[in-house]
């Protein structure tokens, strides 16, 4: 009977390695599965962000080309701004228009030059006169302009 003891002992041992070896196979091919869940799931998720990356490239790309293209419609606009006229630069053309204007400006005619010419010729014209004169020129066009702009 002891033999039959040690060899039931036998038997038991190696069913129990046969059920540890299922067990540890049927552990292996879980952590198998897994693992390809894993790659796969891996796989899966670096194609989404190689999509993702692609996306964003062409996205910056796009950005890249709408800068350039507004970089190229800023400078056209500062180089079409340079030829417009500078606001000092209308006022003085309105001053300008303002001393030239026939209505508003006190001209003489060629008759008037002339008997001036011989006014003094014959009577030279002091230093101080024509000074003088100049003032009262200047005094009127002033009062002229004065009233222009008082009734505007």
Known sequence: MAQGDTINRIIDRVND??????????????????VNTLDDTLLDKTGDLSDDMQ????????????????????KEINREKRKFVTSQELEEMENYMDLMNPINSSFITKSEAQDMLEENNQEAM??????????????????EQDFREAQN
């Open 17 to 34: 390695f046969n059920r540890r070896v299922r067990d540890l196979e049927e552990k292996v091919r879980n952590l198998n599965a897994r």
């Open 55 to 74: 996306d964003l490239r062409d996205d910056m790309s796009e950005i890249r080309d709408r800068l350039a293209n507004m970089e190229v419609d800023i």
């Open 126 to 143: 002091s230093k101080n006169e024509v000074e003088n004169l100049i003032d009262r020129k200047l005094k009127n066009l002033e009062k």
